[in-house]
């Protein structure tokens, strides 16, 4: 429930609530906007152009979802915030497409931080590499705004706290190279562990399943 998360949020008003309705049909979003809710998450690009083109226009889209490069023109020109930057060559498409579209589009690294194999996003390494390396300093029309991460899978919580310290770490680490008045963004924690994800800094939680119910695929 919506309403109960936000009371939950009360204490921390500094989080933000991305309500993730991929999935989800027309009206649990519009009930949620009627509700107050201003930022939603997609995680398709197709279920994203729809959705957009019924709700009204000062929606907030976050877009979450593994992005095909074939795909990131119609993202750059809805999302506000692109949290599933996995890979450099998915960088570069979306720095050329909003150069195309005349802007600067905000945007997060995934960090594969989960002890599991199946998850995409940048270790650690790949990541730090990018970050200090030149060859972002030409790319104009992306403004690099944090971090997002999925934790590892699973009910042991520390092991999830372990995950999320490891993207918070890392996000402080690359505080010293980043213009700090971007580099502001940490996106993790999700139905099943936002609180943990809170504890550990998260300033973005994406919440599907708790405030919407059981997706139907
Ligand atoms: C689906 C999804 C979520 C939301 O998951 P819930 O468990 O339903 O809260 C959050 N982040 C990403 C990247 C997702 O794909």
């Known amino acids: 429930m919506l309403e109960e998360i936000r009371n939950r949020l009360t204490a921390h008003p500094d989080v933000k609530l991305v309500a993730v309705s991929k999935y989800q049909p ?106 200090t390396s030149d060859r972002i300093k030409t790319m104009k029309n992306v403004r690099f705004r944090g971090i997002m991460c999925m934790a590892s899978n699973t009910d042991n919580e520390d092991r999830i706290r372990q995950d999320f310290r490891r993207a918070r770490t890392f996000f402080d680490e690359a505080s010293v190279v980043m213009n700090p008045a971007d580099w502001n963004v940490k996106s993790w924690g999700m139905s099943g562990d936002f609180p943990i994800a809170i504890e550990e800094g998260a300033t973005h939680i994406r919440v599907g399943s708790l405030i919407f119910g059981e997706r139907i695929y």
């Not at 201003?38 to 979802?65: C, N, T, Y």
């Not at 490069?69 to 890979?87: E, F, M, Q, T, Y």
């Open 26 to 131: 027309l009206v649990a979003l519009e009930q949620a906007y009627n509700e107050g809710q201003r930022a939603f998450g997609e995680s398709r690009v197709q279920e994203l152009v729809q959705k957009a083109e019924r709700m009204p226009a000062d929606v907030e889209w976050h877009f979450i979802g593994h992005l095909q490069r074939n795909k990131v023109k119609s993202v750059v020109a809805l999302a506000s915030l692109i949290h599933s930057i996995d890979s450099e060559r998915l960088l570069v498409e979306v720095n050329r497409q909003a150069e195309a579209q005349a802007k600067v589009v905000d945007v997060l690294l995934q960090l594969h931080v989960a002890q599991e194999e199946t998850k995409f996003g940048f270790s650690l390494g790949e990541c730090w590499e990018l970050l």
